[in-house]
């Protein structure tokens, strides 16, 4: 096929995705004529609006392998997140204040950690590998036994490293701790299933998936062991009290529409996302030097490529290929000029920090626009390193290392 | 984050890229900046006399960075060493309109024209005897 190339060309899947339309499709009713309150139990609006929300329930639960009773509603994985931490936290107070999580997990984690240590919890961050992956054992070594909760992402969104969750899972399932895990990159990408997997609670986001924005869901396990919550928001008892809150239908039902088709899909999709990730890994690496992988070499997200592009910094890289839709772990990409946690956890060097580059790879990405991003890349670290004064020292044989350089900040 | 007209400028269409002969006691070379920070400049310039004939520059950094060392470059080409010491990085914020999250990346420039003239005093310093250049100069 010889369609014209739109550009730009998004290659930023783990960021955000487009909405499917087979997910818009199933969402458009309940704006207009089941526009009901879920909670409503007097009238057929309201049934209409409830019917759809537990169908939606059942395609979460599908998805990662719970039943729908496990399945909280909320507005995202941030908010999940919050609830899984905060709630655990306060309501198993008695038994401990000590939570276990790692230094690459995402700042929605992070952040709310902080905020606990400030109501007098303690928290270990656990430093990954490398490849910013945990190990089990260092799991199992951080457990006390007033531990009440191991928090751990299952994909992680910068380089896409997956954890052996199953195998923490274990460890925590042994010390009758509980475990939850930011699923967020994870659900639709690979495969994820609570039960097999000895998770007790997780999280997941519809945007990241191909629905909608500003809905994403909690699991709570139910059995073995029962897990409990304090609510964080409180009001009319929604979501059997643990999020109160008028429940965001139409986003509920595109995200048991997204789930539906994550599950049924996964397969063939994460190996076409896969082909073309190591199509683009190939091409790039084919033609270019001094090119590093972030992240672990096989235990990964398939849609996900992060690479580091020795003596370029990042932003201008971006800059460069105006017309790809990247990210980069670099500093000057956010306001904060510090590069990427994630990558400093994972000890990569703060100058190749300054030198990442996130390729996120989709449903909708075609080997056409894989191809076009693989020159457009090609070309602009080319032009780059031929005004960086650190790939001139390096031409001339210097070891960067050894120079004395003289920081500004 | 969206960029002015003249970093985009200066970006694609960087003036006066390259090197000059750094072993030449003609030229002043200053590199400042870290890799661990996500910039390094490298400005060089030519002297005659007391005047600046040339100036080079290589940059690893954001499109900012790589603005301010070029247009650097621009100012410091038939400028005296003293007319080149009096500019200011706000010059450089206020010409590509950089935002204040961007500001060090003029910083970087106006200490890396201070190096390059250091540099080159130096190597006069150094050269006490008349140097050949110099008196042709």
């Known amino acids: ?409 | 984050m969206a960029y002015s007209d003249k970093v985009l400028d200066h970006y694609n269409n960087p003036r006066n890229v390259g090197a000059l002969d750094k072993t030449s006691p003609r030229v002043g070379t200053g590199v400042v900046g870290a890799p661990e920070c996500g910039d390094v400049m490298k400005l060089q310039i030519e002297v005659e006399g007391d005047r600046i004939v040339d100036a080079k520059f290589k940059t690893f950094g954001c499109g900012s960075a790589i603005a301010s060392s070029s247009l650097a470059t621009e100012w410091l080409k038939g400028r005296t060493l003293n007319e080149a010491a009096t500019i200011r990085n706000t010059a450089i914020v206020e010409e590509l309109s950089l935002p204040p999250v961007k500001i060090h990346c003029s910083v970087l420039a106006e200490d890396a024209i201070k190096a390059a003239i250091a540099d080159y005093k130096q190597k006069q310093a150094e050269d006490e005897a008349p140097h050949p250049t110099a008196r042709r100069a």
């Open chain 1, 1 to 409: 096929m010889n369609t014209a190339l739109k550009l730009p060309i998004y290659l930023d899947y783990q960021a955000t995705t487009p909405v499917d339309p087979r997910v818009l499709e199933a969402m458009l009713p309940y704006f207009r004529e089941n526009f009901g309150n879920a909670a409503s139990r007097s009238h057929a609006f309201g049934w209409r609006a409830e019917e759809a929300v537990e169908n939606a329930r059942e395609q979460v639960a599908a998805a990662i392998g719970a039943t729908g009773k496990e399945i909280i509603f909320t507005s995202g994985s941030t908010e999940a997140i919050n609830l899984a931490l905060k709630g655990v936290a306060e309501m198993y107070a008695s038994k401990g204040k000590h939570l276990v999580t790692s230094l690459a997990e995402h700042k929605a984690v992070l952040d709310t950690c902080k905020h606990l240590e400030k109501l007098g919890c303690e928290v270990t961050y656990l430093k990954p590998d490398k490849s910013a992956r945990i190990s089990p054992e260092q799991v199992r070594a951080a457990i006390r036994p007033d531990t009440v909760l191991v928090a751990l992402m299952w994909a992680n969104n910068e380089v896409g490293t997956l954890n052996p969750i199953r195998e923490i899972g274990a460890v925590c399932r042994e010390k009758g701790t509980l475990l939850f895990s930011d699923a967020t990159q994870a659900v639709g990408k690979v495969s994820v299933d609570v039960e097999r997997d000895h998770v007790d609670l997780l999280c997941l986001s519809a945007h990241k998936l191909y629905g909608p924005k500003g809905v994403g869901a909690l699991y709570v396990r139910r059995k073995n062991p029962r897990v409990r919550l304090a609510a964080q928001i409180d009001g009319g008892g929604h979501e059997r009290g643990m999020r109160s809150g008028t429940l965001n239908v139409p986003g509920i039902v595109g995200l048991g529409q997204a789930c539906e088709l994550a599950r049924t899909e996964l397969a063939e999709e994460s190996a076409r996302c896969r082909a073309l990730r190591d199509h683009l890994q190939q091409r790039i690496e084919k033609e270019l030097g001094f090119v590093e992988l972030n992240g672990h070499p096989s235990e990964r997200l398939p849609g996900n490529l992060n690479l580091s592009f020795h003596f370029v910094e990042g932003e201008s890289l971006i800059m460069g290929i105006s017309d790809v839709a990247v990210s980069s772990g670099s500093a000057c990409t956010s306001a904060s000029l510090e590069p990427s946690h994630v990558l400093r956890a994972m000890d990569v060097g703060e100058d190749l920090a300054h030198s990442s580059i996130r390729f996120g790879i989709g449903r909708f990405t075609t080997r056409e626009e894989v191809d076009y991003a693989a020159e457009a890349v090609v070309k602009a670290v080319r032009r780059l390193r031929e005004m960086s004064p650190l790939y001139e020292l390096a031409q001339e044989g210097v070891d960067l290392k050894t120079i004395q350089w003289q920081g500004n900040h």
